[in-house]
């Protein structure tokens, strides 16, 4: 019903900048909220940034002043510009969507998932 497709991960140094994107395609009406969730080898997964459709954003401590979460509602596209970036900030990066939009004629609401994009971020 709703796709989401990441891109824009890969390897960095540190100080170095990647800005990774999330674009979401499918029976949409419209999308609430966006977030964008980390996971290390071996740790739990975890909130990094969010934006709502108004525009208000939230960030984890470690990624305030470094990271920025930016949407274009036109394509329903979320971006996540990151820099500078620091080897802690190695991990698989998903996006996240909450989605009002349709399936078997019915208005749904739903939290969607991307596949995952990895950055490595190299001291």
């Known amino acids: 019903q709703v796709q989401l497709v990441e891109s824009g991960g890969g390897l960095v ?3 170095g900048s990647l800005t990774l994107s999330c674009a979401a395609s499918g029976n949409i009406f419209s999308i609430n909220a966006w977030n964008w969730y980390r996971q290390a ?3 739990q997964r975890e909130l990094v940034a969010g934006v709502t459709s108004d525009g208000n954003t939230n960030y984890t401590d470690s990624v305030k ?3 920025t979460i ?5 394509k329903n596209t979320v971006y996540l510009q ?3 970036m620091n080897p802690e900030d190695t991990a698989v990066y998903y996006c996240n969507a909450d989605v009002t939009g349709w399936a ?3 208005i749904t609401r739903k939290y969607y ?3 995952g994009t990895h950055v490595t971020v190299s001291s």
């Open 65 to 67: 002043g470094r990271f």
């Open 70 to 74: 930016s949407i274009k509602n036109a």
């Open 113 to 115: 998932w991307g596949q």
């Open 104 to 106: 078997d004629h019915e």
């Open 82 to 84: 990151m820099n500078p």
């Open 41 to 43: 080898p071996g740790q």
């Open 13 to 15: 140094q540190a100080g």
